[in-house]
């Protein structure tokens, strides 16, 4: 079995606050080793199981979080930014994809670190009128390329909302219990790497019998993107085929469901030169 890891950082063991996630903070060594400590008990996990590759996108902010030098030979890293997929680069042709430091979508109660690509710009977003965060739009890209998502960890939050999106056969792996957008109750690393490695081996199982969710929708896709203020609005605007829905709201429609990570990249990108 070819296993896919994407690792982000939120959703990680004991990570609650920006300045633990964002680059040139004094806790960033912390959270890159948050981000680590999860990952490698899921590439572990997968390899004691008896997957025969194990690949893992470090999907976090610049994308260069993860130290390759602290990997098992057997795994392979993809590794920097800008990618075209994102946080699913790479992920076609596996037979299972494990979403790891996964964070609940913006707006989410009791959810740490709760966004959707970028606190400051995006309030919502849908797709042919389903609210997603960062779980489901990489569910349906690893869908739309028949790779199930088997298993999502982070906070109790992003587990119920990956659940709620992709069923009950989704395995998931609440490492915390968010009391607000920064403060969570943490399992500690030893609890959370066993927590990881059970989940992951349950994972594995459920995709070698056929039973992981393939998040599936149809063609036309509609997506809604929804910003903070109407000056983000407007320059987001500047991206082709964008129309104005309302006055925080753009709209986009396609056939291509890999244009939506495009659109909603350049989008995001535009609304970001813009101040309040
Ligand atoms: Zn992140």
Redesign the pocket.
């Known amino acids: 079995m070819k296993v896919y890891i994407s690792s ?4 990680s063991t004991g990570i609650v606050s920006p300045e633990q ?1 964002m680059f040139g903070k004094p806790e960033y060594e912390f959270g890159r080793r948050m981000q680590l400590h999860d990952t490698l008990a899921a590439v572990n996990a997968a390899l004691s199981w008896g997957a025969d590759t194990v690949t893992v996108n470090d ?3 610049r994308m260069i979080n993860l130290d390759v030098s602290l990997f098992p030979r057997e795994v392979s890293l993809i590794t920097g930014s800008p990618k075209i997929l994102g946080m699913v680069e790479g992920v076609s042709e596996h037979d299972a994809a494990i979403f790891i ?1 996964y ?1 609940a979508m913006a707006g989410t109660e009791k959810a740490v ?1 709760d ?1 959707t690509y970028s606190t400051k710009v995006v309030y919502g977003l849908k797709v042919n009128g389903i609210k997603l965060g ?1 779980t489901g739009l990489n569910a349906l890209f690893s869908g739309a390329l028949g790779v199930p998502v088997s298993m999502v960890s982070g906070d109790t939050a992003v587990c119920l909302e990956a659940s709620s999106l992709l069923g009950e056969t989704l395995i998931t792996c609440p490492l915390k219990d968010g009391l607000g957008r920064n403060a969570a109750v943490t399992r500690s690393p030893e609890e959370s790497a066993e927590l990881i490695s059970e989940s992951v081996k349950r994972a594995l199982e459920a995709a070698a019998a056929g039973r992981s969710p393939v998040l599936k929708m149809e063609a036309p896709y509609k997506t809604e993107l929804t910003f903070h203020t109407t000056a983000q609005a407007d320059a987001a605007g500047l991206v082709p085929g964008s129309e104005r829905m309302s006055g925080r709201t753009m709209v986009f429609t396609t056939e291509d469901i890999f244009e939506i990570r495009r659109w909603c990249s350049s989008s995001i990108d535009c609304a970001s030169i813009v101040g309040y």
Not at 8 to 11: A, K, L, Q, R
């Open positions: 982000d950082m939120e959703g996630v999907s976090h902010d430091g964070h670190l966004h960062e």
